[in-house]
């Protein structure tokens, strides 16, 4: 919590990390873009969530995990000065796709080990740095990265592919969720090697079908860790993207 706007309500950013959600990969490693946004007086709740690799990562509990860690917001509010009318999900890599996904449980079939009948807290936007917002895009733009297990992490975080596990897809993938009818901001680098360029573009086409809101930030040059680096080129953009989404 920002500690010199004591007596206000605060905005909130909810961040969830990236790492493609294996286990190796925790939520330290975005601490330094957390106390940047606490600098600009904004409060960060940063939710960690059982990962591929360790016991019950994978479906359905990742993604459990990311609602329980959103939803205990309701909670945070009676103990801190939260403004939960400005509620931004923010994520990085993997963690912009478990972002956009919260905004979408409302289309998720009652049926659904994911299903949340009502979701504790409203979000006012969403915010993606380098995300891998859409499973389904990420497996076709896999050609695309030099990374070379970007498809296989998905398939480890579902379970399988697509065509074996289409129920998972439709109720774990942001892209089948659509219209989430939240404002979106993705912020991608041009020189990112692990989400291609082409994949913000791509869901901002779909997205907009479908009558979301929907802006692209390019940042030239920045690679796939810049963007969560308040020193590098990428911050300026992050910094105004987030002020803009609260106002």
Request: with cysteine; hydrophobic share 40%.
């Amino acid at each position: 919590m920002p500690q010199q706007f004591s007596g206000h309500r605060l905005p909130l950013v909810v961040f969830f990390h990236g790492g493609w959600w294996q286990s190796e990969y925790n939520l330290a490693h975005a601490g330094h873009l957390c106390a940047a946004l606490k600098v600009e007086g904004i409060a960060v709740w940063s939710v960690e969530y059982r990962r591929i690799g360790e016991a019950g990562g994978g479906w359905p509990t990742t993604f459990q995990d990311v609602a329980a860690g959103f939803d205990y917001v309701a909670t945070l509010a009676k103990s801190y000065p939260l403004d939960l009318s400005r509620v931004v999900a923010m994520g990085h890599s993997a963690g912009g796709h478990l972002a956009f996904w919260l905004a979408g449980r409302h289309h998720i079939d009652p049926r659904s080990p994911l299903f949340d009948p009502q979701p504790r807290v409203p979000l006012h936007g969403l915010i993606a740095l380098a995300g891998a917002v859409d499973l389904r895009l990420t497996i076709d733009l896999a050609g695309y990265s030099t990374f070379a297990h970007d498809k296989q992490e998905v398939y480890s975080l579902m379970g399988g592919k697509p065509k074996d596990l289409e129920d998972r897809y439709r109720a774990g993938n942001p892209g089948d969720l659509l219209p989430l009818n939240v404002k979106q901001t993705l912020i991608q680098g041009t020189g990112d090697q692990q989400i291609p360029p082409l994949l913000p573009v791509r869901w901002e086409e779909k997205a907009r079908r479908q009558g979301d809101d929907v802006a692209i930030r390019m940042v030239v040059l920045a690679d796939h860790f810049d963007v969560i680096d308040p020193q590098s080129n990428a911050w300026a953009t992050v910094r105004d993207s987030v002020r803009s989404m609260f106002g």
